[in-house]
């Protein structure tokens, strides 16, 4: 098992997971560090944290520093990647944060088919062009994101699920404020992004401090 410090979290994590550019990102601190970045700018005490795609547990385990254990609330489709994100959040100190396994979805329910990569992060739902490579496909629970917003209450949502916002984040997201989503235009292209835009402006969301790269940010106005 190898240790990763971020902000002064440890993230555990086994070597066969190491894959791709994971361990590079999480000896620099870039892991994820965009997404960290939005959130730390935004964020009030008083939120209430929804993620989507919680893999490690890193996101989770910074938003409780803030917000309490209690007012975050994540969802992580991979059946061993949920157990290790709840190892690191006990590590952490933050036990009673709720994770749920499953794959957030637009609509729908009972399970949904899920692509578990070796690389875990880069799991994924099927996409336009088909499975994701070496995707060793299963069954996963559907999380709607509809049900999910009534059973949690989030004001702020993070959303990293590798191009299963396009669903998700074009939906009503009533009570949110804060939207921070790392896009996937390399599953949906140019036109996606301007799609979950599209949606987002006219849910009264705009454009906030923050973004970098494929990590937008919108504020509801």
Same mark, same amino acid.
């Given at each position: 098992?190898?240790?990763?410090?971020?902000?002064?979290?440890?993230?555990?994590?086994?070597?066969?997971?190491?894959?791709?550019?994971?361990?590079?990102?999480?000896?620099?601190?870039?892991?994820?560090?965009?997404?960290?970045?939005?959130?730390?700018?935004?964020?009030?005490?008083?939120?209430?944290?929804?993620?989507?795609?919680?893999?490690?547990?890193? *996101?989770?385990? =910074?938003? /409780? #520093? %803030?917000?309490?254990?209690?007012?975050?609330?994540?969802? $992580?489709? +991979?059946?061993?990647? @949920?157990?290790?994100?709840?190892?690191?959040?006990?590590?952490?100190?933050?036990?009673?944060?709720?994770?749920?396994?499953?794959?957030?979805?637009?609509?729908?329910?009972?399970?949904?088919?899920?692509?578990?990569?070796?690389?875990?992060?880069?799991?994924?739902?099927?996409?336009?062009?088909?499975?994701?490579?070496?995707?060793?496909?299963?069954?996963?629970?559907?999380?709607? *994101?509809?049900? =999910?917003? /009534? #059973? %949690?209450?989030?004001?702020?949502?993070?959303?990293?699920? $590798?191009? +299963?916002?396009?669903? @998700?984040?074009?939906?009503?997201?009533?009570?949110?404020?804060?939207?921070?989503?790392?896009?996937?235009?390399?599953?949906?292209?140019?036109?996606?992004?301007?799609?979950?835009?599209?949606?987002?402006?006219?849910?009264?969301?705009?454009?906030?401090?923050?973004?970098?790269?494929?990590?937008?940010?919108?504020?509801?106005?």
């Amino acid at each position: 098992m190898r240790s990763f410090t971020l902000r002064g979290l440890t993230l555990y994590l086994p070597e066969a997971a190491l894959k791709g550019n994971l361990e590079r990102a999480l000896s620099s601190g870039r892991y994820e560090n965009h997404e960290a970045d939005a959130l730390l700018m935004h964020v009030r005490p008083e939120d209430r944290l929804l993620d989507l795609g919680a893999g490690l547990g890193f *996101i989770c385990a =910074l938003a /409780a #520093r %803030v917000l309490g254990e209690g007012a975050v609330f994540g969802v $992580e489709a +991979g059946p061993e990647t @949920v157990k290790l994100a709840r190892k690191n959040l006990v590590a952490n100190g933050f036990p009673g944060v709720k994770l749920m396994r499953g794959a957030v979805v637009g609509e729908g329910e009972g399970e949904v088919e899920f692509g578990q990569r070796p690389a875990f992060w880069a799991s994924a739902l099927k996409g336009p062009d088909g499975w994701p490579e070496n995707a060793e496909v299963i069954r996963v629970p559907a999380r709607p *994101i509809g049900k =999910l917003l /009534a #059973r %949690v209450a989030p004001t702020v949502i993070s959303c990293d699920i $590798e191009g +299963g916002e396009l669903g @998700v984040l074009c939906q009503s997201l009533p009570g949110v404020r804060l939207v921070v989503v790392e896009t996937h235009p390399q599953v949906y292209g140019p036109k996606g992004v301007e799609r979950i835009t599209t949606a987002l402006h006219g849910q009264g969301f705009a454009a906030a401090e923050g973004a970098k790269k494929d990590t937008l940010v919108f504020l509801r106005l």
